[in-house]
């Protein structure tokens, strides 16, 4: 399983030739080898609290850049950088007084910070998308950070699904999506929090909350004694993340929100028990937590579409969920799944 030894280390530039992707079991030879492979400058996903990453030397630009032809990203977007500790995190940032209280608080952790980039940091401007800020996480996986200490230097990571389609929250799904073209998934089994981290900017004024993820706004402004601030306009001119396009995360078949009861041949999200009106006619269904959790319902979210979508429904219908907690980060996403495109 672990046996990389046939891997031509550094044969495979950023072509489109297709390579063998190995999956590694996380042990420590795994994680050593997969160290190796990233050091390198080769495409390793690996597995993170939220969803798994597909990770790059952040300060390689030519690493960074097979991200996004391995993702067939259409542009260049500003990537999170990940690094095993919040000292190391603190060499490639400038943390205010409210990031140096969030990061205390919650790294490790399920949390992104957005804060100017230190002057000697080691990101490269592509990871960076060319801006002055950079966006930075201690993720609370262990063998992420385990990796990231073997690395040695930051890891960029976007989730390690083609670009649009729903994030992976096991070494199958990326596999599904990314067979061929990187070189290893580092399996740690599913993940825990199941959707993406919680991405605030702390670049001065009161902290913005740019994307709601694994740590909820209830959690982040009590430690902060202030509500956060919703994206200013300037975060909005930024070359923005996919994550914050209105059409990512889409399953294939349509997702109609808000459903009271199922239609014949919908597939049916449900959510805390509730059996709607129309379900025995429902192509598939799925109940993300039947007693009604919303961090179980979190954890199950991606998979859970990419099962309904198996099913081959035309629509993909959901139950009201509850939008507190982590309710938003779900609300969000299934907002961007249901979204025209
Ligand atoms: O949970 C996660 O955050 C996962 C795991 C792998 O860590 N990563 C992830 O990365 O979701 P990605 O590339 O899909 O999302 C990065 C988010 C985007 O919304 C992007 O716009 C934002 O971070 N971002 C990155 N750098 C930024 C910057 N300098 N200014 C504003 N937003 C930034
Ligand atoms: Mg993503």
């Given at each position: 399983m672990n046996d990389l030894g046939s891997m031509p280390l550094g044969a495979m530039p950023g072509d489109a030739r297709p390579e063998t992707t190995r999956?590694?079991?996380?042990?420590?030879?795994?994680?050593?080898?997969?160290?190796?492979?990233?050091?390198?400058?080769?495409l390793v996903a690996f597995p993170t609290e939220?969803?798994?990453g597909l990770g790059a030397d952040a300060t390689d630009p030519a690493a960074v850049a097979r991200i996004f032809a391995a993702k067939q990203r259409p542009r260049f977007n500003p990537l999170i950088s990940h690094l095993p500790r919040v000292?190391?995190?603190?060499?490639?940032?400038?943390?205010?007084?409210?990031?140096?209280?969030?990061?205390?608080?919650?790294?490790?952790?399920p949390l992104t910070l957005v804060v100017p980039a230190a002057r000697t940091t080691e990101i490269c401007d592509l990871a960076r998308a060319g801006l002055a800020s950079v966006a930075l996480r201690v993720p609370g996986s262990a063998i992420a950070r385990d990796l990231l200490a073997e690395v040695g230097r930051p890891v960029a990571a976007p989730s390690?699904?083609?670009?649009?389609?729903?994030?992976?929250?096991?070494?199958?799904?990326?596999r599904a999506d990314l067979d061929g073209r990187i070189a290893a998934i580092l399996d740690g089994g599913p993940t825990e929090v199941g959707?993406?981290?919680t991405v605030v900017a702390c670049l001065g004024g009161p902290p913005r909350l740019l994307r709601p993820g694994g740590v909820t706004r209830e959690a982040l402004e009590?430690?902060?004694?202030?509500?956060?601030?919703?994206?200013?306009?300037?975060?909005?001119?930024?070359?923005?993340?996919?994550?914050?396009?209105a059409s990512h995360y889409a399953p294939r078949a349509r997702v109609r929100l808000g459903a009271e009861s199922i239609r014949p041949g919908e597939a049916a999200l449900l959510?805390?028990?509730?059996?709607?009106?129309?379900?025995?006619?429902?192509?598939?269904?799925?109940?993300?937590?039947?007693r009604g959790d919303l961090a179980e319902a979190a954890a199950a979210l991606f998979a859970s579409l990419r099962f309904l979508?198996?099913?081959?429904?035309?629509?993909?219908?959901?139950?009201?969920?509850?939008?507190?907690?982590?309710?938003?980060?779900i609300a969000d996403r299934l907002g961007r799944a249901a979204a025209p495109r």
């Open positions: 999956i590694v079991r996380a042990d420590t030879e795994g994680i050593a080898r997969t160290a190796e492979l990233l050091r390198a400058g080769r939220t969803v798994y000292a190391a995190a603190r060499q490639e940032g400038a943390f205010d007084a409210a990031a140096e209280r969030l990061a205390e608080a919650f790294w490790p952790g390690a699904n083609r670009s649009g389609r729903i994030s992976p929250t096991s070494a199958e799904h990326v959707v993406e981290s009590a430690v902060l004694g202030e509500p956060l601030d919703a994206p200013s306009d300037s975060d909005k001119e930024r070359p923005a993340g996919p994550g914050l396009l959510f805390g028990g509730a059996r709607p009106p129309g379900l025995s006619d429902a192509a598939a269904w799925i109940d993300l937590s039947e979508d198996a099913a081959g429904a035309a629509t993909i219908a959901v139950v009201p969920i509850p939008s507190e907690g982590l309710g938003e980060a």
